[in-house]
C-alpha cells in the first residue's frame, strides 16, 4: 500500500503469508485524532482473484463476532486506494513461530510453564471461537483451520493473541461443513482435513496439540521431504509421549496433549476449553505468569523490541513531517503557446524587414516591380497611331498610368515612359441571330474602324540579328502600365 491518501496511512511492512501482506499503518480521524493500527490486504499479485477477497472479508466478519481478549481486534473493513484494507489490533510484537527459531537457536528448551500458559491462552481463545454467536444469538460453531505457531502473537508485555481467521468457517452455513479445497498448512493440518470430512472444532484441537507436542520438545512432529510425505506421516505416522521425548515433562501434560492428538475426533477432547484447563493443572510448581513471557522474549530476543520502538517511531515522525508539508502541485506548461509566440515573431520580423528593405526599392524602381511584364513589353510593336499627350506627369508607382510617352528618337529605350494613354474604343452592338451564322471567324474579321489592332512580333530567323528598337523594319514598342505585384498589394503602407 504505497498511497498516502485515506484513512489509514502506511508506515511499513510488518509480515506476509501466503494470502496478504500485514503492515503497520496510521488511522487519522477528525481534530487530530491518531491511532496505530495493523491493516492487511491482499497481495497486489493476487488483487485480480475476487476468491481472496471474499477469504478477507469473511475474516473480517468472523473475527468482528469473537469477543475475547486472546484473539486479534478488528476495526473495520473498508476499501481504500482500490483495494480492501482489514484494519486491525496492532500487537507489537513477534510470532510464536519467531521465539521457537531463536530459542532452538541458542541450544535451549523452551521452559514447560511458560508453554504451558501459552498453550492455555490459546486454547480459551479459540474456545472464544468456538462458542461465538451471531447477533441474534446463534452459535455459529467457527472452526479456525490453521491453528499454528505463525497465528500465535506474543506481545513484548507478554500478551498471548490469536490471529488469522481467513481461512476460518463458520459450521452454520451448508456450504463450510464439508469443502473439496484443503487450505491451512500441511503440517498442521487435521486427519479430516485431508480426507475431506466434515470439520468441527476438535480439528482445532488436534492442530493444537501439535504446536503443544513442537513447543515443548522443539521437534517438528510430522515431516517430510515435501508435502505429499508430511501428509503421509500425518496419517500413518507415529505419536509418541510428550515426556517419552523430554524427560523433565509432566506425565499429566503428556496425556493431555496426546489426548488432543488422536487420529479419532471422538477420542480428543470435546472442547478447547477442556483441553486448556488440563493443561492449566498439570503445571507442577505454579502456572507461569505475563511477566514470564516477556522475560523470555527480552531473553532469547535482546534487540527485538527496540527494533521494533525505533522504526515504529522514525515512521510515524516521518509520516507527521510528509503531513505537515505543504503540497506542491507540479503542473506540466504546454509548449504550445510558446511554439506559436516563436512563430508569431518569426511572422513580424520578416514583414518588418521588408517594410523596411524590400519596400524602398520598389518605390524607386518602378521598372524592376514586374521583371517578367517588362520583358514582355519590350518585345511588343510601337503603336504610331495612338495619341500621345505631352504634357509630363510625375514619376511614380501610383501615377504609372499617367506617364507620356516620347517621340522617338527624342531618348535612349532606357528613358521611355511605361505607359501611354488608352484611346477608348465603343463597342459594337451585337450582330442579329440571323447573320450570326454568316459572320467570319474571329481570324478573318476586319478589326472596326478607327481602332488598329497591334501585330504580334515576329521572332526573328535563326543566325539573324534582331533588329533596334524604331528601326524602319521592327516597329517601336507601345509601353502599357505596369501590373502591380500581389504580394505589395497585401502589405499597404
Not at 469473537?66 to 482489514?86: A, S
Not at 508430511?230 to 493431555?256: F, H, M, N, W
Not at 509520516?319 to 513580424?348: E, K, N, T, Y
Not at 459572320?439 to 533588329?467: C, F, H, K, L, Y
Request: proline share 10%.
Amino acid at each position: 500500500m504505497t498511497e498516502t491518501s485515506g484513512r489509514y496511512i502506511p508506515l511499513f511492512d510488518l509480515a506476509a503469508g501466503g494470502m496478504g501482506v500485514v503492515s503497520v499503518a496510521q488511522l487519522r480521524g477528525d481534530r487530530g485524532f491518531r491511532k496505530t493500527v495493523a491493516v492487511k490486504r491482499i497481495h497486489p499479485q493476487l488483487a485480480s482473484d475476487a476468491q481472496f477477497y471474499e477469504l478477507l472479508a469473511r475474516e473480517a466478519h468472523v473475527a468482528s463476532l469473537i469477543r475475547d481478549p486472546g484473539v486479534v481486534q478488528v476495526h473495520e473493513l473498508v476499501e481504500q486506494n482500490g483495494e480492501l484494507v482489514l484494519a486491525m489490533e496492532l500487537v507489537e510484537g513477534v510470532s510464536l513461530k519467531k521465539l521457537q527459531y531463536a530459542v532452538e537457536a541458542a541450544e535451549a528448551s523452551f521452559p514447560i510453564a511458560v508453554a504451558a500458559r501459552i498453550l492455555a491462552k490459546v486454547g480459551r481463545a479459540l474456545h472464544a471461537a468456538h462458542t461465538a454467536t451471531d447477533e441474534s444469538g446463534h452459535p455459529l460453531s467457527i472452526v479456525h483451520r490453521d491453528v499454528s505457531p505463525q497465528n500465535v502473537l506474543l506481545s513484548f508485555r507478554g500478551d498471548v493473541k490469536v490471529t488469522d481467521f481467513g481461512i476460518a468457517k463458520a459450521l452454520a452455513s451448508e456450504e463450510a461443513t464439508r469443502s473439496s479445497t484443503v487450505r491451512g498448512k500441511p503440517a498442521y493440518l487435521s486427519p479430516e482435513q485431508i480426507s475431506g470430512e466434515a470439520v468441527d472444532l476438535r480439528s482445532d484441537i488436534w492442530s493444537l496439540g501439535i504446536v503443544a507436542f513442537e513447543l515443548v520438545t522443539g521437534r517438528r512432529l510430522f515431516k517430510g521431504r515435501n508435502d505429499l510425505e508430511t501428509l503421509r506421516l500425518l496419517l500413518e505416522g507415529e505419536i509418541p509421549y510428550l515426556d517419552a521425548v523430554r524427560a523433565d515433562v509432566p506425565s499429566a501434560l503428556a496425556s493431555a496433549v496426546h489426548r488432543a492428538l488422536q487420529r479419532d475426533p471422538a477420542a480428543r477432547w470435546s472442547s478447547a476449553l477442556d483441553f486448556a484447563q488440563a493443561i492449566e493443572s498439570s503445571v507442577e510448581g505454579g502456572f507461569a505468569r505475563r511477566d514470564d513471557v516477556a522475560a523470555l522474549l527480552a531473553t532469547y530476543l535482546p534487540d527485538e523490541e527496540r527494533a521494533f520502538t525505533d522504526r515504529l517511531r522514525g515512521a510515524l515522525a516521518s509520516a507527521l513531517d510528509a503531513a505537515s508539508a505543504p503540497r506542491v502541485i507540479q503542473r506540466r506548461v504546454s509548449p504550445r503557446p510558446f511554439r506559436f509566440a516563436g512563430l508569431m515573431a518569426s511572422a513580424f520580423a520578416v514583414t518588418l524587414a521588408i517594410r523596411l528593405f524590400a519596400w524602398p526599392a520598389l518605390e524607386s524602381s518602378p521598372a524592376a516591380v514586374d521583371p517578367p511584364r517588362e520583358r514582355a513589353l519590350q518585345a511588343r510593336p510601337e503603336d504610331t497611331t495612338r495619341a500621345v499627350d505631352p504634357t509630363p506627369a510625375p514619376v511614380g508607382p501610383r501615377h504609372v498610368a499617367d506617364t507620356p510617352v516620347p517621340a522617338a528618337g527624342a531618348a535612349s529605350p532606357a528613358d521611355v515612359p511605361l505607359v501611354a494613354p488608352v484611346v477608348p474604343v465603343e463597342a459594337a452592338p451585337p450582330d442579329p441571330p440571323e447573320e450570326r451564322a454568316d459572320r467570319p471567324r474571329r481570324r478573318d474579321r476586319e478589326p472596326p474602324s478607327g481602332v488598329v489592332e497591334p501585330q504580334r512580333p515576329q521572332r526573328p530567323a535563326a543566325g539573324t540579328a534582331a533588329s533596334p528598337a524604331g528601326s524602319p523594319s521592327t516597329p517601336a514598342r507601345t509601353p502599357t502600365p505596369p501590373r502591380r505585384p500581389a504580394y505589395i498589394e497585401e502589405f499597404p503602407l
